[in-house]
């Protein structure tokens, strides 16, 4: 795993101290989720964008009008 030094403000080192104690690691844990959080909320973003620039047609949806029939 790489390591990433990070410089905080003194009001959000505060904050981040309250929420997480600087005990087992908690912090580290607590960034590393928010760090994938915001990539994946990023990559969810840019594919509704890329899906409203170019929708599927009618044709070239799924069909979800017999869903409940579906047998795997």
Do not use: H
């Not at 990070?6 to 959000?12: E, K, N, P, Y």
């Not at 590393?32 to 909320?41: L, Y």
């Not at 969810?44 to 979800?64: C, F, G, L, N, V």
């Amino acid at each position: 795993m790489k390591s990433l030094l990070i410089q905080l403000d003194d009001t959000t080192y505060r904050s981040l101290s309250q929420i997480v104690p600087a005990a087992s690691r908690g912090r580290a844990r607590f960034i590393r989720e928010a760090v994938k959080r915001a990539i994946r909320e990023a990559e969810y973003a840019r594919i509704r964008k890329a899906y409203e620039a170019q929708p599927d047609s009618e044709t070239e949806a799924d069909d979800w009008a017999n869903a409940e029939e579906y047998k795997p």
